[in-house]
């Protein structure tokens, strides 16, 4: 084991060790600060307040336990050279019938990710049915929830299969230049993903329709018309088959885009609260951070792929990660190797990007504060969205500081007043 392994075992451990040290010192919060602060009464009632602490506490206490479950698999996976073991058991049960190697390597990319996907299907399961149901927020049904979970499972295989067959090809014909003309096909990909996720990838599991006629229609087309956003209409999902936490977003580019509103934001809010909620949803657009994270996620295709690149060009790495060494398979088992430690390497710089998207936040309020006049419609809706949803009022400082991707209620609230 050299001391380049051993550097990211290590960071593997102490990115588990800090997840669940976090989320420790946030149930350490929630337990201390049990009482309802003054400023915090408009917001909710000391019983709502109690129930929210309750539910973020239940919440954080999963995460805690997942935090060291998903280290102590990883640690496992790599330590056990599980990964060229899998390698070599594929390659003897599907050498014989193929030889193929696009076709095996895209397979055991899938087929490894799908297995260890399943070592986290019961959090998912116990965090539907009981945490979600017990604070009033689950509505699926076990025979639903079995329902997507199985088309988001072949649409999954299906898409990845097509993605990383191409990728493969791509290897094997220009094994030089291979992942720039991979991160081209992501890019492109995210971009057709933005155009055809509504109309066609949306409607596999959720029912929409045009919002029905009346002022709040009215009043979003005319937002609509005066910032030139250029959506053509106003979406509803019905989300409340699933949940009844609520959200809006809009996907698409030039005349593709669309705006979409959660059946569940618009039994919470008033026709002024969704006008400015909207007003910041927009204003994400008009301040061009969606194209800030475009770019920001077609670089970090890149340098995925050419971290690959230089995985796969180097056997003195690949030996140093226990993998096979295995021309046959080696692609497929470096993208395993990259997926496993990716989002252990990327906690670190985390709170850099979390703070860039607070930034983001302030923006997208002041934008709204413009177009509707005032602070107090989006004031208004955040109190709502956070009395509804549960929202822990009172988040431990470094778990804000690394998690959350937006200020605080209080933090939003006096950058508004301050306007």
Not at 12 to 24: H, N
Not at 227 to 249: E, P, Q, W
Request: net charge positive; proline share 3%; hydrophobic share 50%.
């Amino acid at each position: 084991m050299n001391i380049f392994f051993s550097s990211i075992l290590f960071l593997i451990l102490l990115k588990g060790f800090v997840s669940a040290l976090l989320e420790w010192l946030n149930i350490q919060e929630l337990r201390r600060k049990t009482t309802l602060p003054q400023k915090h009464k408009k917001v909710m009632s000391a019983e709502q307040y109690k129930k929210a602490s309750a539910y973020s506490l239940e919440k954080s206490r999963l995460s805690l336990s997942m935090a060291l479950f998903e280290t102590a698999v990883i640690l496992l996976i790599l330590l056990s050279a599980s990964i060229a073991k899998a390698s070599g058991f594929l390659a003897d049960i599907l050498a014989p019938l193929s030889q193929n190697t696009i076709l095996l390597q895209s397979l055991f990319v899938i087929a490894f990710s799908f297995l260890y996907s399943l070592f986290f299907s019961p959090a998912a399961l116990y965090r539907t049915f009981s945490i979600e149901a017990r604070y009033g927020f689950n509505t699926t049904t076990l025979s639903l929830f079995i329902k997507d979970m199985l088309k988001n499972t072949l649409l999954s295989l299906l898409l990845s299969f097509l993605l990383l067959s191409l990728i493969f090809l791509f290897i094997q014909w220009f094994p030089q230049l291979w992942w720039i003309l991979a991160s081209m096909l992501i890019i492109i990909f995210q971009l057709t993903m933005q155009v055809i996720f509504v109309p066609l990838i949306l409607p596999l599991f959720n029912k929409l329709k045009p919002l029905d006629a009346g002022p709040l229609k009215e009043r979003l087309l005319h937002l609509n018309k005066k910032v030139n956003f250029g959506a053509k209409n106003v979406l509803v999902i019905d989300s409340s088959k699933r949940s009844r936490h609520s959200n809006a977003f809009f996907t698409g580019f030039g005349k593709a885009k669309k705006i979409v509103l959660y059946d569940t934001l618009i039994e919470s809010l008033s026709v002024d609260e969704l006008e400015a909620v909207l007003a910041h949803e927009m204003g994400h657009y008009k301040k061009k951070h969606v194209l800030k994270n475009f770019f920001f996620s077609a670089g970090l295709s890149v340098l995925i792929f050419f971290i690959i690149q230089q995985l796969l060009a180097n056997p003195a790495w690949q030996k140093s990660f226990l993998l096979s060494q295995n021309s046959y398979l080696i692609a497929a088992e470096v993208m395993i190797l990259l997926s496993l430690v990716a989002s252990s390497l990327g906690f670190w710089i985390k709170p850099l990007f979390s703070s860039l998207s607070k930034k983001h936040e302030y923006e997208a309020d002041f934008f709204a504060y413009q177009q509707c006049k005032g602070a107090a419609p989006l004031i208004s809706a955040l109190e709502t969205l956070h009395r509804e949803n549960l929202a822990n009022l009172r988040p431990s400082r470094w778990y804000r500081f690394f998690h959350h991707s937006h200020p605080s209620l209080d933090e939003r609230k006096a950058a508004l007043l301050s306007y």
